[in-house]
């Protein structure tokens, strides 16, 4: 199901109620799943003029400020504004895999969503190579050491095996010529191993349209979500039909030496970028349309320690400030201006990160604010450019 240069949102599931998390969370010393539309309603102001903490609202009205992607109503309220305001589908974050030998899969709340009444509302499946986090708010340097999925055929397999049986035959799963798409994240996953029978990246990557062909006469169009070109190199050699983004906003490598960074100033250094890493790839390049950045509230401040202490450290820092509408439209402007010069028309679409990071400060969620009105402005953006520009 496809339109002409469609707009797609990233969409992180905000749930409690995954049984995989929670045993996670018990396991790695957490306590239950952390609630994220209450976390970034706690978040700490790290220094003046840090935006936070900051209310989300799932359906756009004041009272909705805390909620389970799991409920029907509240996938369906989603929907339904994602319609009101010109976002043509969601890309989910999709976790299933394998560990240790034995299938995971977690947040999986694209049941619930296949439930909802979506009209026109399309949408695919982000495959990650890890798991999301199952301690939150996390000190300084934690690590789970059970996120990440075995790097091997088998899990490989159980990815394509549950896009097969569950999404690729839906009417309203995204295609792009005539293909399912498929966007394979690695951006932050694990990259080595000290495994050498492990799988790369690439050779997984590979290894999905070898066994898509094999099993289903299927072949997916793999879009790999990279940062730089340069990793994405080996993706498109293996198989990968174009790349795209996610975070590609903040200079995360700079993170201790501009640990804040202006939003203004990023998306003029990213528009910049994007010709540079078209031209190093021989595949279409789908840069995203980045909301703000602030991951702040997933961390948990160690007592008597101050911004200064942790800089540099994720998710603590890069923090982007001054993320509004104005800009977020012209990086959308922009964007389509780069398709519509570098993309043939049946691959454009435009990816937005992210529906709902309201802890990694990247949401087009409306926000509660401090006297009780509402602030749309991101959607009513998208939706304004959409009426003046008929794209």
């Known amino acids: 199901m496809k339109k002409e240069s469609p707009i797609y949102s990233y969409y992180y599931p905000l749930t409690t109620s995954c049984e995989t998390l929670q045993h996670r969370s018990l396991a790695n010393r957490g306590d239950k799943s952390t609630d994220e539309t209450m976390l970034c309603q706690t978040a700490r ?42 976002v043509d589908g969601f890309i989910f974050d999709t976790y299933v895999g394998v560990k240790d030998g034995k299938v995971s899969k977690e947040k999986d709340v694209i049941n619930g969503f296949l439930k909802c009444s979506l009209g026109r509302t399309a949408y695919a499946c982000m495959m990650i190579f890890g798991s999301p986090r199952s301690i939150l708010p996390v000190l300084p340097y934690f690590e789970e050491p059970d996120r990440y999925y075995d790097r091997t055929s088998q899990t490989v397999e159980t990815m ?115 010709d540079t890493i078209q031209e190093q790839i021989d595949k279409p390049y789908i840069p995203p349309v980045v909301v703000g950045w602030d991951a702040s509230p997933r961390g948990n401040i160690p007592e008597g320690r101050h911004f200064r202490d942790i800089q540099g450290m994720y998710p603590f820092t890069p923090i982007v400030t001054d993320s509004n509408a104005i800009d977020f439209g012209d990086m959308l402007c922009q964007q389509k201006r780069f398709i519509m010069n570098n993309t043939p028309q049946e691959e454009r679409y435009t990816p937005i990160t992210a529906w709902n990071e309201i802890t990694e400060g990247a949401a087009l969620l409306p926000k509660i604010l401090p006297d009780g009105s509402v602030d749309d402005s991101y959607l009513a953006k998208i939706r304004e450019l959409r009426d003046e520009y008929g794209f």
Request: one cysteine or more.
């Open 45 to 86: 102001s790290l220094f003046v003029g840090h935006s936070q903490p900051n209310i989300y609202s799932f359906d756009g009205s004041p009272e909705s400020s805390t909620w389970d992607d799991i409920e029907p109503r509240v996938m369906q309220a989603q929907i339904d504004l994602a319609q009101q305001y010109g």
């Open 160 to 274: 394509v095996d549950y896009l097969a049986d569950n999404h690729w035959d839906n009417p309203n799963y995204i295609n792009i010529l005539d293909r399912p798409y498929v966007s394979v994240f690695t951006s932050d996953m694990r990259k080595y191993s000290n495994n050498n029978k492990e799988m790369s990246h690439a050779d997984m990557i590979n290894y999905m349209k070898e066994y898509s062909w094999r099993k289903y006469r299927i072949e997916p169009y793999l879009a790999t979500v990279c940062l730089r070109a340069t990793h994405a190199l080996d993706h498109l050699a293996a198989g990968a039909d174009s790349m795209t983004g996610y975070g590609f906003l903040p200079d995360f490598t700079e993170s201790m030496r501009r640990p804040i960074q202006n939003y203004r100033e990023q998306v003029i250094k990213r528009v910049e970028e994007w």
